[in-house]
């Protein structure tokens, strides 16, 4: 099977500007969740969406929003972004019933 | 609020030695945890994982430990070779039935030849 893919890889924004970002999950897989990685709050949860309905949400402003579709992929989408969203954003996937999350590769999001 | 803390930042081991890397969760009512990869420019890959009514699980060349008591997880790495060289992670799964992971800081594993 292809494993979690991430549109795009890299992205350049700048401030002010909002930001859609991309997932598409390993096929069978209904749940993704989003994480943001920066150096220096490390892996934080951002969202999880299970058959396009959003199961639990961390601790990020309103800001940060995301959407889930009929065939699981989901879009993360940052409005007014500031410098500090400047991160990796990760998205994973598990199987409907399972408990192990993979990973795809992030997009590399840079607010200047 | 929880936190899953490394207590070795760096951890530098010759080709061919065992590997150990410890982690300390705080969440007495965390129910899975996990462990993952992370080469550089890559997202987190899966190594193992462990529920908390068992102790130890082995993979290949992998084995993590749950200490509940003590609230302590590590990952062993037999034979560490040059490709095991990465950021390793742990994370814990604080609520049942949610996918909400919360990791650790990481630790940077060097092999040298």
């Known amino acids: 099977k292809a494993g979690v893919t991430q549109t795009p890889r890299y992205l350049i924004k700048t401030r002010g500007q909002q930001v859609t970002l991309s997932c598409s999950p390993i096929s069978g897989h209904r749940s993704v969740s989003w994480y943001q990685q920066t150096p220096g709050q490390g892996l934080q949860f951002l969202f999880e969406?299970?058959?396009?309905?959003?199961?639990n949400k961390g601790n990020f402003p309103g800001r940060f929003s995301g959407r889930q579709f009929s065939n699981s992929r989901s879009e993360m989408n940052v409005s007014t972004l500031e410098l500090g969203d400047s991160a990796l954003y990760l998205c994973a996937s598990s199987e409907p019933t399972g408990d192990t999350q993979y990973f795809g590769p992030g997009t590399r999001l840079t607010v200047l | 609020g929880e936190s899953v803390g490394l207590h070795l930042p760096t951890l530098s081991v010759q080709e061919g030695d065992n590997s150990i890397i410890n982690c300390a969760y705080s969440n007495s009512a965390s129910d899975y945890f996990i462990w993952y990869k992370q080469e550089s420019g890559k997202g987190p890959q899966f190594i193992i994982d462990?529920?908390?009514?068992?102790d130890k699980r082995q993979g290949q060349r992998v084995t993590v430990l749950l200490n509940k008591t003590v609230k302590h997880l590590s990952l062993q790495i037999a034979a560490t070779q040059p490709g095991d060289s990465a950021v390793y992670f742990c994370?814990?799964?604080?609520?049942?039935?949610?996918?909400?992971?919360?990791f650790g800081s990481g630790t940077r594993l060097q092999v040298q030849p």
């Open positions: 462990i529920r908390s009514n068992m």
């Open positions: 969406y299970f058959s396009e309905t959003q199961r």
């Open positions: 994370a814990e799964r604080p609520y049942t039935g949610r996918r909400a992971l919360t």
